[in-house]
């Protein structure tokens, strides 16, 4: 045999495709940058897969539930949990029972959730506290532009959604840092302790009303301006989930424009990836199932996370319908016999950084997606280790079908790793792989 053939080298995705290809590759990528402008959160992001579900013929849940329609093949589903998860389906020829191929991602990123009683005012500033939600890195949230994004209700319960500081002429707001002057303590200490989560508090306002010497007179014209535009009161933010994400819009980076830098990549480049995938299928042969699903950066728990019992619940609705009775081994048959791709970010090899990568085994910018055998962490621990068969067939589809594609194992053994939706759905005994798209903090390949 050759050497050529002996040895595997990894395809760059940008030298497999001609012209052609990469107008196509970057009109997608369009698609994508306006995904990611109007699903900055959970919720937005389910609005928008809704939307482009409906747009192409995908009904809810409910008129099949409610006997409007039959389920047959090739119908095209839709199902929300309480407006922060969504899942797809595509009834395939064979009975559902007989197993589905899932594809998963997770449409939550880690933001600053504002606290229940958020708003005080201090030396004539307004401020909202916040609470981190997901692994951040504090630093990175101070002197930016910021967005306030979330559903506050009234005192008559009447829901509405907000967003402040993504249109052109919106104010946007911001958390100070200490000017480089005063700095000379804050430079010694350690990243994770320079910023303090109770520091990460939003500056809202300046300018004060009523009595000259009246206490709090900030904060007294920000529930007024508040009440004023969004008949809120300072009570209703007990009940609003409110998030503070990065203001503005995603944009192209690098003069060649190979790259997008966004907020919530992660994991918007998968659960885009996945809708798409999901709204481009024709009729097939195995159910198919989308599942964009909440929670997933603090652990995938609660009832919208992964780990709860609602695509198990829909699964068996489905089910129900299908066969005209329920049986609970139909539902264990069904999930036993399906096949996951797990989708979510992985890190590429970064020169900056390179002592936290093991090189042969980490992904590169432009090298496709990511194939991760397991995550977890030193010593695999919490992983999901996907078996050599799955990984076999599914990396054999991906070559038969022109997939650019390459392993990526997330840091050195011993510096990182983290978890995904992935061992839940491979506890129920699905066969599940997590496929990675690979990106840096603030830029992903699509
Ligand atoms: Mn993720």
Not at 392 to 414: A, M, Y
Request: glycine fraction near 8%; charged fraction near 25%.
């Amino acid at each position: 045999m050759e050497q050529d053939q002996l040895k595997h080298t990894f395809k760059n995705a940008w030298d497999t495709m001609d012209d052609a290809e990469i107008e196509k590759c970057l009109a997608f990528s369009e698609g994508y940058k306006q995904f990611l402008d109007f699903s900055k959160t959970e919720r937005e992001s389910v609005r928008e897969i809704v939307r482009l579900a409906e747009a192409a013929g995908y009904e809810p849940l409910s008129t099949f539930i409610d006997g409007k329609k039959k389920l047959t093949k090739g119908a095209k589903i839709y199902a929300v949990n309480r407006d922060k998860a969504v899942l797809l389906f595509n009834i395939g020829k064979q009975p559902i029972k007989t197993g589905v191929h899932i594809v998963g991602a997770h449409i939550d990123a880690p933001r600053l959730d504002l606290k229940p009683f958020p708003l005080y005012e201090e030396a004539e500033m307004a401020f909202l506290k916040t609470h981190y939600y997901g692994g951040i890195k504090k630093y990175q949230w101070t002197t930016t532009p910021l967005a306030i994004h979330g559903v506050v209700f009234t005192k008559d319960g009447e829901k509405r959604d907000i967003v402040i500081g993504e249109s052109d002429e919106d104010p946007i707001f911001a958390i100070t840092d200490l000017l480089v002057h005063l700095a000379k303590d804050q430079q010694t200490k350690s990243l994770a302790e320079g910023v303090e989560g109770e520091k990460l508090n939003v500056l809202i306002g300046n300018r004060g009303i009523g009595e000259k010497d009246a206490k709090d007179r900030v904060k007294a014209n920000m529930l007024e301006l508040l009440n004023e535009k969004y008949g809120i009161t300072e009570k209703d933010f007990i009940t609003a989930e409110f998030e503070i994400v990065p203001a503005g819009k995603a944009r192209d980076m690098g003069f060649d424009r190979s790259m997008i830098s966004a907020y919530a990549h992660d994991d918007r480049v998968c659960s885009y990836a996945g809708v798409t995938a999901m709204l481009a299928l024709g009729e097939v042969e195995t159910t198919a199932v989308g599942m964009f699903m909440d929670k997933e950066e603090v652990g995938s728990q609660g009832n919208t996370g992964s780990e709860s019992r609602y695509f198990e619940n829909i699964l068996a609705e489905l089910i129900f319908l299908q066969e005209g009775q329920y049986n609970d081994l139909y539902l264990r048959r069904a999930i036993s016999n399906a096949k996951v791709l797990s989708g979510d970010v992985g890190a590429a090899f970064d020169p900056n950084y390179a002592s936290a990568y093991e090189k042969s085994n980490s992904a590169i910018m432009g090298r496709g997606v990511q194939i991760a055998k397991y995550t977890g962490a030193r010593g695999k621990y919490s992983c999901n280790d996907a078996n050599a068969e799955f990984i076999s067939e599914v990396t054999r589809l991906f070559d038969s079908s022109n997939v650019v594609w390459q392993v990526g194992e997330l840091g050195k053994v011993d510096q990182g790793g983290g978890g995904t939706i992935a061992y839940i759905l491979a506890n129920a005994n699905a066969e599940v792989i997590d496929w990675r798209r690979t990106g840096h903090q603030h830029a992903c390949t699509v």
